[in-house]
């Protein structure tokens, strides 16, 4: 079984699949922790520059990785 989500080309991406996953975690905690005590567990209030500080980095990293594969591209088609 394959975890990974496949991005715009169809390729199976590593870096994609963090920024889902760890996006769907924050939007979890965010919605949660408008509930003061849920199910009885006790949560850390929502901060918006922490979950920034989590999620730009993986977002950079994604968006990174797509201008290199475009960067990569555009020179194997020059040499041709």
Avoid: C
């Avoid at 079984?1 to 963090?18: C, F, H, P, V, Y």
């Avoid at 500080?53 to 990293?61: A, D, E, F, H, K």
């Amino acid at each position: 079984m394959n975890l990974w989500i496949k991005n715009t080309k169809g390729e199976r991406s590593a870096s994609l699949t963090l920024v889902v996953v760890t996006f769907a975690v924050i939007i979890l905690h965010m919605t949660v922790s408008i509930f003061v005590n849920p199910f009885g567990i006790a949560l850390a209030p929502f901060k918006a520059a922490e979950a920034m500080i989590v999620l730009g980095p993986l977002l950079g990293l994604y968006w990174g990785r797509r201008q290199t594969d475009v960067k990569d591209k555009e020179v194997t088609l020059k040499h041709k």
